[in-house]
């Protein structure tokens, strides 16, 4: 019933290694699969390259309502990359069942460290275990935990700021398989494009096509089948 709560998880792509983000959203529609990138979560800084960080890789996404997605696009201050409007949604419930989890932010504002503190000392004594912090309890918990908070002068020597809060993002551990059905975001004017990958790929899964810069009406037109000069002038 609230306007501020989504009933789906969005993942978004952006360019990388070399591929553009229209590349990338091509090639989850063809294997069906969003892949885990970077280590992320609370324990990665203080992990080697290896398996013990490479059991920190996510697919992360956002439970920002559709119609906002467009805000999670482009160039934002503080964030160090930008997402294009390309990507997919699946409902956060299929989300929920196949493992993806909201991500618990904890404050590391100075004089805020009291929850910080006994989970660093948790994630030090698993590193020094012996045992493989990927087999400890708290190598599962730690992809979902991040920080927030700042401190210091804002671009001074020993200032930080770190708040994406905002995101409201989810994440699941390892790749992630997409089911019978899930939405592709994408322009407009590339749906065509997405349509004739997907067609190509001989896919089982029936897709839908949303562009993320439309309004909460046309997006609702759009799933009900109607065209854009069915609801609009154009």
């Given at each position: 019933?609230?306007?501020?709560?989504?009933?789906?998880?969005?993942?978004?792509?952006?360019?990388?290694?070399?591929?553009?983000?229209?590349?990338r959203?091509?090639?989850?529609?063809?294997?069906?699969?969003?892949?885990?990138?970077?280590?992320?979560?609370?324990?990665?800084?203080?992990?080697?390259?290896?398996?013990?960080?490479?059991s920190?890789?996510?697919?992360c996404?956002?439970?920002t309502?559709?119609?906002?997605?467009?805000?999670?696009?482009?160039?934002?201050?503080?964030?160090?990359?930008?997402?294009?409007?390309?990507?997919?949604?699946?409902?956060?419930?299929?989300?929920?069942?196949?493992?993806?989890?909201?991500?618990?932010?904890?404050?590391?504002?100075?004089?805020?460290?009291?929850?910080?503190?006994?989970?660093?000392?948790?994630?030090?004594?698993?590193?020094?275990?012996?045992?493989g912090?990927?087999?400890?309890?708290?190598?599962?918990?730690?992809?979902?935990?991040?920080?927030?908070g700042?401190?210091?002068?804002?671009?001074?020597?020993?200032?930080?700021?770190?708040?994406?809060?905002w995101e409201?993002e989810?994440?699941h551990?390892?790749?992630?398989?997409?089911?019978?059905?899930?939405?592709?975001?994408?322009?407009?004017?590339?749906?065509?494009?997405?349509k004739?990958?997907?067609?190509?790929?001989?896919?089982?899964?029936?897709?839908?096509?949303?562009?993320?810069?439309?309004?909460?009406?046309?997006?609702?037109?759009?799933?009900?089948?109607?065209?854009?000069?069915?609801?609009?002038?154009?």
């Amino acid at each position: 019933m609230r306007t501020d709560l989504s009933t789906f998880l969005v993942h978004l792509t952006r360019e990388n290694d070399g591929q553009s983000a229209k590349d990338r959203l091509s090639n989850i529609i063809k294997t069906a699969t969003l892949e885990a990138g970077e280590p992320m979560g609370l324990a990665v800084a203080r992990l080697d390259e290896g398996p013990d960080r490479n059991s920190q890789k996510c697919v992360c996404f956002s439970e920002t309502p559709l119609e906002n997605v467009k805000f999670m696009t482009g160039t934002i201050a503080g964030r160090s990359c930008s997402f294009e409007p390309f990507g997919i949604a699946i409902p956060k419930m299929l989300g929920r069942k196949q493992g993806a989890n909201p991500v618990w932010y904890i404050d590391q504002t100075s004089g805020h460290n009291w929850l910080t503190k006994p989970l660093n000392n948790l994630i030090e004594a698993a590193v020094k275990s012996g045992e493989g912090f990927g087999n400890s309890d708290i190598s599962q918990i730690c992809p979902f935990l991040d920080t927030m908070g700042s401190g210091g002068k804002a671009g001074g020597a020993g200032g930080y700021r770190k708040e994406f809060w905002w995101e409201r993002e989810w994440r699941h551990v390892g790749n992630f398989t997409l089911g019978y059905r899930f939405i592709v975001l994408c322009p407009e004017d590339q749906i065509d494009y997405f349509k004739g990958v997907s067609k190509e790929a001989e896919l089982s899964q029936k897709l839908s096509y949303l562009d993320p810069q439309w309004s909460l009406e046309r997006i609702i037109a759009s799933l009900a089948g109607f065209s854009g000069t069915d609801v609009e002038l154009l």
